[in-house]
């Protein structure tokens, strides 16, 4: 993973637990109105996925453990895994696009209320993503994927001073092109074409040639109602949209998008169609059901969206009624790593990726807390507007003080811990009980990512290796890592 070239190592910070009485009377864990719905405390899980599902996408009782694991530590609300609205092969992410997705669904409200006794709500990551090919052989690439252009014969004859280059057959031009390297090449293919070479084709949203991206305001709004509708049969207590990263919705956002129709180029384009999905979900939510969103406090990008886009957009959001505002940090695309010949990118691997979830390997200002800032000037923005909606924040919370420190000075209004939670499932419900010293501390250095980023069922190396001899003990593929946290009882 990418780190911040000052590489400082952070120590953890110090923990000073409350006792039950603090706890008790702590802002952390009071409720907090949501839209329709009371939290019963301030504490969110956000959306992970930890690659649980089958390759065909479908329930196994591994997802349930997972979030039943999760539920125990009675956070205000857990936020399933980004889960797909279409149906397409999506490897174990899970989807929720058509009927056959919603008995598997259904069985996850449920154990998440039986966890946690009733005190958990759950929602889920509805995600549209575009297509994503792996990077290609070059032989590959250049014989059949590349379209050959006049531009590349004669910036070829230009490079090599051979005219030859223009009249050619395509086959030799292949051949030859197939020799050059990256430098070389950089004068001969435009930048969709090297990017595609180096790191897999992708599509864009601007990319309005093809049909099916041109037309997708007229499909995703559609789509997602779709998605929203089978969660919501399924008991989910809410839809969280995901509007983060490069995913579909989040690259109309994108100051990159500059689609010459009424979606892209003016950020009120831009937000268009956002705000249409936003709209046709919410014809189906039941008035007693949740409906947020995710999205970008900054993209972290040459050319991105940054912080007076967010704040535009958390205005047109909280103007047509979304119920809460969940901001991360980092599209994550466009600076990701190279990946090697037959690997897709993946998304947290550059410095955009590295804003999302921060390790403690970092610059002079930490991994701690590193984008609350984010959040308050969308909150404080937002409220100033006369819009009261609830502002959720993420990133390297993971002591009761940092949470209970950005909740009193109005910074946020729900602390989300990711990593913390998969370190120790039980903390909020330690933290709350007065047992914070039994909390086991994340260490922020991302192994978890690690497995994530091959695919590999998402564990924490500070449990995955203990007690494996439990009996009938599910274990990961590897059959060396047990798949959730061992128990914990007060
Ligand atoms: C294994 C893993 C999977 C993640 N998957 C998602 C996801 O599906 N959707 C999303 O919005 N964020 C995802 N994230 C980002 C987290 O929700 C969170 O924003 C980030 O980890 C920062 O919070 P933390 O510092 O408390 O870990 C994922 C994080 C991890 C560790
Ligand atoms: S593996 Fe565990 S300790 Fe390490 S970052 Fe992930 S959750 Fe934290």
Request: hydrophobic share 40%.
């Amino acid at each position: 993973m990418w780190q911040p070239p000052e590489r400082i190592k952070h120590a953890l910070p110090v923990m000073n637990w409350p006792s039950a009485e603090e706890a008790a009377s702590s802002m952390l864990f009071s409720p907090i109105q949501v839209g329709p719905q009371s939290l019963s405390s301030r504490t969110w899980i956000p959306a992970m996925v930890p690659w649980r599902a089958t390759s065909e996408s479908m329930f196994t009782d591994d997802v349930i453990d997972w979030y039943a694991r999760l539920a125990k530590g009675r956070p205000g609300a857990i936020v399933v895994e980004a889960t797909g609205i279409r149906d397409v092969p999506s490897g174990p992410l899970m989807r929720a696009g058509q009927e056959r997705f919603v008995p598997g669904l259904r069985r996850l409200p449920r154990a998440v209320k039986d966890a946690s006794e009733g005190e958990t709500k759950l929602f889920i990551q509805l995600i549209d993503f575009l297509q994503i090919r792996r990077r290609p052989p070059t032989e590959k690439f250049f014989s059949p994927f590349l379209h050959i252009r006049p531009e590349h014969r004669e910036a070829l004859a230009a490079q090599t001073e051979e005219t030859g280059f223009e009249t050619c057959d395509e086959a030799a031009l292949r051949d030859h092109l197939a020799t050059l390297s990256p430098e070389e090449l950089a004068s001969v293919l435009d930048e969709r074409e090297l990017d595609a070479l180096l790191k897999g084709y992708r599509e864009r949203v601007w990319d309005t040639h093809l049909d099916h991206i041109r037309e997708l305001p007229q499909t995703l709004p559609g789509l997602f109602a779709n998605a929203a509708r089978h969660v919501l049969d399924a008991g989910f207590d809410g839809v969280e949209l995901h509007y983060a990263r490069a995913y579909a919705v989040a690259s109309f956002l994108s100051a990159l998008n500059n689609r010459a129709d009424d979606y892209g180029g003016s950020p009120e384009n831009r937000v268009r169609l956002p705000l249409e999905v936003l709209a046709e979900v919410r014809k189906v939510m039941p008035p007693d059901k949740l409906l947020g969103l995710r999205f970008l406090g900054d993209e972290v990008i040459e050319e991105g969206d940054r912080l007076d886009d967010a704040v535009f957009y958390a205005q047109k959001f909280a103007e047509s009624g979304v119920d809460f505002l969940s901001v991360s940090k980092g599209r994550e695309f466009e600076d990701a790593k190279v990946p090697k010949v037959g690997e897709a990118v993946y998304p947290f691997t550059g410095p955009s990726g590295y804003e999302c979830m921060p390790s403690v390997y970092s610059d002079a200002d930490g991994p701690f807390g590193r984008n609350v800032g984010l959040a308050t000037a969308i909150k404080h923005t937002s409220s100033k507007a006369g819009h009261d909606v609830p502002v959720v924040t993420a990133g390297g919370i993971g002591t009761f003080e940092m949470a209970e420190g950005i909740l009193q000075r109005g910074e946020a209004d729900i602390i989300c811990a990711a990593r913390q939670c998969i370190a120790d499932p039980d903390w909020f419900l330690k933290a709350r009980l007065g047992k914070g010293e039994s909390v086991r501390p994340c260490e922020y250095t991302n192994y978890c990512e690690g497995l994530d980023l091959k695919h590999k069922q998402v564990t924490c190396k500070l449990w995955d290796r203990k007690g494996l001899d439990e009996e009938g003990l599910p274990l990961d593929h590897s059959g060396r890592r047990r798949l959730t946290a061992p128990s914990w009882t007060p």
